[in-house]
Nanobody, 124 residues
């Protein structure tokens, strides 16, 4: 079992940057493909991006491609979401999740473990 804890959320102005972290417990973190999702009030959950267990494959939603970067440090049991050029529409609660897929997937049901989320607010 894996426990996930996100951190790094906050409030920034348009064009600003934030780096979210997702710290995992357990010795098998390096076996999991990790995903980031977000959910804004009144909207459905949205896949942001993901990274394979080795870090060699990343995948991003079109809405964040070129602005967001996902990385991981398996020695630290941590996955990161670097968010640059933030826009008001990026405002949401951001969640990390773990799955056993070889590559990241956009399907929520594939992810077995979820963090509690961290809020990101981007003001114009």
């Amino acid at each position: 079992q894996v426990q996930l804890v996100e951190s790094g959320g906050g409030s920034v102005q348009t064009g600003g940057s934030l780096r979210l972290s997702c710290a995992a417990s357990g010795r098998t973190f390096s076996s999991y493909t990790m995903g980031w999702f977000r959910q804004a009030p009144g909207k459905e959950s949205e896949f942001v991006g993901g990274i394979s267990w080795s870090g060699s494959n990343t995948y991003y939603a079109d809405s964040v491609k070129g602005r967001f970067t996902i990385s991981r440090d398996n020695a630290k049991n941590t996955v990161y979401l670097q968010m640059n050029s933030l826009k008001p529409e990026d405002t949401a609660n951001y969640y990390c999740a773990a799955c056993w897929n070889i590559i990241p997937t956009i399907h929520r049901e594939s992810y077995a473990y979820w963090g509690q989320g961290t809020q990101v607010t981007v003001s114009s």
